[in-house]
C-alpha cells in the first residue's frame, strides 16, 4: 500500500499530538510556596515524658484556604475529556492547545491553627482572702518601685535546690544561701562550712526512702536538722501516692526521725501548690492518719512548694492529686507561671488553711518555687529576675499576727528554696551554667542583690 504525502504528514501530527499529551500529563505540578503554609504556634499539649509539666511547642492539624494555595501547572494541562484528534484534509487541530484541569485549585489541609488551650492570657479574676480559694489572674509581673538589697540578717532564710553534683561542687559563698537541698538526706551531707542542708525524706510510688533504720541513723548523726517529708506526693510523676499512704508513710517516718533525734524539725507537706484540689489533698491525709493513729499529725514545721501549674487531668502541668476524682482544679495558663499576684495569693490560702487545721503560728517553708517554662514561652531573663526580686520582697515582708508565725514576728514564711542552681531540663531558672559553671544572667541578679 502506498502512502500519500498528506497521510503521512497528518500521521506525523497525530504522533505529536500524542508526545504533547502524554508529556503534559507527567508535568510535575508546581509545588507550594512556604510561604503560603501555616506557621505553627504554641500549643498546650502534653509532652510524651514522664513528667509532662511544661506543654510541648506543636501544632494541630491546620485549614488553608484555597484562595493562596491555587497552583497554576505550567506548560499545558489535560482536560477531563478523551484527546480528540481532527484531520480535516491534511491538517491536525488540536482543540485548545492549552489543557486545563477541572478544579485545578489544590487545598491543603488544616491551615488555621487554633490552640485553644494554648492561650497564655488568664481571665482577670479576682483571689479573695477565702482558705481555700485561688483562680488564676491576669498575669501581670510589676516591680515595687526602689532598689533592692537583701537584708544581711536574713540571709539564713535564702536557700536553692541543686539537682546536679554535690552541693560543695558550687560557689555558694557568692550567692550567700543559708541553706540548700537536694531530695535527699545524708549521714555526712556534701556542704560547705557555714551553710545548712536540710534532708529529704521521699515516698516514691508507696515505698519510703531512705527506710526507717537508716532515717534514724541520719537522724541521729545530724542532731537538730530539718526534715522535709515527701516531694510533691500529690503529683503522679513525683512521690505519687494517696492521701491514706501519705498518712501511713508520714508515721515511719516521722517515728524513725524521731527515735533517732527526738529535736529534730519535721516538716509535712510537700505539694507542689497549695490550691484548694491540693489543700483537699492534705485534708484527706489528716483525715487517714488520725483515724489511723488516734491523734493529730504531729508536725513541727509544714513546707510547700509555690508553682502556678495547671491542673487537668492527662493535661500538661501538674494533673489531679492520686486518689481525688475530679477532673479538673485551677485551669492555670502558660503566662501564669510567673503571676506574681497568684503566687502570692497561694501563700495567704496556705496560711489560713494552717491555722484552722490546727498548725497556725509554725514555721513554713517554700521548699521550692521558680519558673520551669522555656525562656521561649515568654519568660525573658528580665521577666525571671523581676519575678524573683518581687517573691523574695513578699517572703521578707509579707507579716499577719492572726496567720503568722508569732516568734518571727507574725511574718507568713521562714524560709524559701529557689529552683534551682542548674538544672537542664528545666533552666529558666539556672543560676549557672550546666557546662562552664559560669554565672547565668540570672545568677549575677541574684549576686548583686545579695552582695
Known amino acids: 500500500m502506498r502512502w500519500n504525502h498528506g497521510q503521512i504528514a497528518g500521521g506525523l501530527l497525530f504522533l505529536a499530538g500524542a508526545v504533547l499529551l502524554t508529556l503534559a500529563l507527567l508535568s510535575p505540578r508546581a509545588p507550594v510556596s512556604p510561604a503560603a503554609l501555616p506557621t505553627a504556634t504554641l500549643a498546650p499539649f502534653p509532652t510524651r515524658t514522664p513528667e509532662p509539666l511544661i506543654p510541648t511547642a506543636t501544632s494541630p492539624a491546620a485549614t488553608v484556604t484555597s ?24 491538517t491536525v487541530t488540536l482543540p485548545a492547545a492549552t489543557v486545563t484541569l477541572p478544579a485545578a485549585t489544590v487545598t491543603l489541609p488544616a491551615a488555621t491553627v487554633t490552640s485553644q488551650p494554648a492561650t497564655v492570657t488568664s481571665p482577670a479574676t479576682t483571689v479573695t482572702p477565702q482558705p481555700a480559694t485561688v483562680t488564676p489572674l491576669a498575669a501581670t509581673v510589676t516591680a515595687s518601685p526602689g532598689a533592692f538589697d537583701f537584708p544581711e540578717g536574713e540571709l539564713w532564710r535564702l536557700g536553692v535546690s541543686v539537682p546536679l553534683n554535690a552541693p560543695s561542687a558550687y560557689n555558694l559563698a557568692a550567692l550567700r544561701v543559708g541553706w540548700v537541698m537536694n531530695w535527699k538526706a545524708y549521714v555526712a551531707p556534701p556542704v560547705p562550712a557555714g551553710v545548712a542542708f536540710v534532708q529529704t525524706v521521699r515516698f516514691k510510688d508507696g515505698v519510703l526512702s531512705p527506710p526507717a533504720e537508716t532515717l534514724t541513723a541520719i537522724a541521729a548523726a545530724n542532731p537538730g536538722a530539718s526534715w522535709l517529708i515527701s ?24 517515728t524513725a526521725i524521731k527515735a533517732g533525734d527526738p529535736g529534730a524539725r519535721v516538716a509535712a507537706g510537700g505539694i507542689a501548690q497549695p490550691t484548694p484540689l491540693r489543700l483537699r489533698y492534705l485534708d484527706l491525709m489528716l483525715e487517714s492518719y488520725a483515724q489511723a493513729y488516734g491523734a493529730a499529725l504531729p508536725a513541727q514545721a509544714w513546707h510547700i512548694h509555690n508553682y502556678m501549674l495547671r491542673e487537668e487531668r492527662d493535661s500538661w502541668g501538674v494533673d489531679i492529686p492520686p486518689g481525688l476524682p475530679e477532673a479538673t482544679g485551677v485551669l492555670y495558663e502558660i503566662d501564669d507561671s510567673g503571676n506574681l499576684e497568684a503566687f502570692r495569693a497561694q501563700i ?16 513554713l517553708l517554700v521548699s521550692e518555687f521558680g519558673i520551669p517554662m522555656p525562656e521561649d514561652y515568654g519568660f525573658p531573663p528580665e521577666r525571671v529576675q523581676t519575678f524573683l526580686r518581687e517573691t523574695w520582697r513578699f517572703f521578707l515582708t509579707a507579716t499577719d499576727a492572726a496567720l503568722g508565725a508569732p516568734a518571727d514576728g507574725g511574718r507568713l514564711v521562714q524560709r524559701w528554696c529557689w529552683y534551682s542552681l542548674a538544672d537542664p531540663v528545666y533552666a529558666t531558672g539556672n543560676l549557672v551554667t550546666l557546662d562552664s559553671l559560669e554565672w547565668t544572667p540570672l545568677g549575677r541578679a541574684w549576686v548583686a542583690q545579695v552582695e
Not at 348 to 363: D, I, K, L, N, S
Open 231 to 254: 516531694n510533691e506526693a500529690d503529683v503522679r510523676w513525683q512521690d505519687n501516692v494517696t492521701p491514706e499512704v501519705y498518712a501511713r508513710l508520714y508515721h515511719e517516718a516521722y
Open 348 to 363: 495567704w490560702a496556705f496560711r489560713r488553711w494552717m491555722t484552722e487545721r490546727g498548725y497556725g503560728g509554725q514555721p
Open 67 to 90: 484562595q493562596p494555595a491555587t497552583v497554576t501547572l505550567p506548560a499545558a494541562t489535560v482536560t477531563s475529556q478523551p484527546a480528540t484528534v481532527t484531520l480535516p484534509a491534511a
